[in-house]
Nanobody, 123 residues
Framework: VQLVESGGGLVQAGGSLRLSCAASGGTSSNYNMGWFRQAPGKERAFVAGISWSGGSTDYVDSVKGRFTISRDSAKNTVSLQMNNLKPEDTAVYYC?????????????????WGRGTQVTVSS
């Protein structure tokens, strides 16, 4: 499975961005999907996840109420709508796919990763 992210960029605090991830080369519609981020000097961390059916979503506490993950299985895409962005959201954002049955989306350990897209939020 190949994952390609798009939609990153530079935005002022309080602004919005929409990230997209296009999946190809496999049955990604059967996979749980997620977004992770890695800020400079920090480990890559879970941001948001969505189940294979789209029926369940979960988020890290710091983005709840501001970020929304969604998927279009017919188009094999996953999106992350990010509103009210803060400087601490600055990071490289990675799309990820997990083939495993999960009891919790927050415990996702992806089998596939995209190359990432930079999001920079200025104060």
């Amino acid at each position: 499975v190949q994952l390609v992210e798009s939609g990153g960029g530079l935005v002022q605090a309080g602004g919005s961005l929409r990230l997209s991830c296009a999946a190809s080369g496999g049955t990604s519609s059967n996979y749980n999907m997620g977004w992770f981020r890695q800020a400079p000097g920090k480990e890559r961390a879970f941001v948001a996840g969505i189940s294979w059916s789209g029926g369940s979503t979960d988020y890290v506490d710091s983005v709840k109420g501001r970020f929304t993950i969604s998927r279009d299985s017919a188009k094999n895409t996953v999106s992350l709508q990010m509103n009210n962005l803060k400087p601490e959201d600055t990071a490289v954002y990675y799309c990820a796919a997990d083939r495993k049955i999960l009891t919790s989306l927050t415990r996702m350990t992806p089998d596939y990763w995209g190359r990432g897209t930079q999001v920079t939020v200025s104060s």
